[in-house]
């Protein structure tokens, strides 16, 4: 039998029918697609960082429970002392293993939308249902009124509200938020990836609400290759999601890694602070362009529309140029014509600000 035969015999049809994650070759180009903190560590920490990993047993697994690491991340983060962490492979692997273990036939994962496409992809890859809810047209804030209708009539074993949003940038309401927590029926995952640069938290509440978890990232904030997310909430649920969480999920580089940088993590605040100023200059800066749109944003990425030509051939041609942005234009109705830019230092922002001008 031709192996197109046997993938088609063997691979489930709606694994054949869906694409991989698409990750653009972004060689020789300047990388403002992926929300990337710009910035590395002075020299003097990375020769201090390296002498730490020169003894990390990597013959070893690691600690399967990364008991230190938690340990470190509950103090740095202010995880009240009731609540449990988990970690993950990025916060990817958290969604992942969150929608597992919620699976069971009929189940329904809920989100506004636009959104972090992962909540759908990886509630389809379980092979239960989503429920996306238009965010309102003009300012991507939450149609609260749309959301608790649809928690009323889907009755979702998890709803997932990213905050600051993702492609949007913009930070759902706190009141609209509560309301649907108050409402939901199942677990409600507020995903603070951005929250570096919001400085907003839904974390304290998890006290109040015991089917309320937060979910954080160390990726925005420099550590995207490392990949380290946690989820925090109450242990009774931590303890259901270890179930499914892949032994040794966190290598030892990356452990030892994070528990060094954050015993010096005002280098990664300050970082996220440079960035915040930089996105009220880009935004300022974009806002003086004729031929577009500009979105405010409390993350790390800035949305733009452009006006005068399509988006994707502005995407096209910023690319001829050098640069790479996320082209948004088809991935939702309300996003045609829409790029996404990362926040960077000073000068790579004015190096795409030039190649944008020159576009339009
Ligand atoms: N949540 C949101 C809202 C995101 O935008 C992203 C990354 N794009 C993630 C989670 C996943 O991040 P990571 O897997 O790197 O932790």
Known sequence: MSIDKKIEQLIRDDVRAISAYPVPDSQGLLKLDAMENPYTWPEELKRIWLEKLRDVPINRYPDADARRLKMKLAANFGIPDDQALILGNGSDEIIQFVILALARPGAVVLAPEPTFVMYRNLAQAARIDFVGVPLNRDDFSLDTDAMLAAVEKHKPAVIFLARPNNPTGNLFDEEGVLQIIEAAPGLVVVDEAYHAFARETFLPRIADHDHLLVMRTLSKQGLAGLRLGFLAGRPEWIHEF???????????????????????????????????????????????????????????????????????????????????????????????????????????????????????
């Open 242 to 360: 270890d179930k499914l969480r892949l032994p040794y999920n966190i290598g030892s580089l990356t452990q030892a890694s994070v528990e060094f940088i954050l015993d010096h993590v005002d280098v990664l605040n300050d970082q996220a602070t440079l960035i915040r100023q930089e996105r009220e200059v880009l935004t300022a800066d974009l806002r003086e362009l004729d031929g577009v749109g500009v979105w405010p944003s409390a993350a790390n990425f800035i949305l733009i529309r452009t006006e005068t030509r399509s988006g994707p051939e502005v995407f096209e041609a910023l690319k001829e140029k050098g640069v790479l942005v996320k082209n948004l234009h088809g991935a939702d109705p309300s996003l045609a014509n829409c790029l996404r830019v990362t926040v960077s230092t000073p000068e790579e922002n004015q190096t795409f600000l030039e190649a944008l001008k020159a576009v339009l």
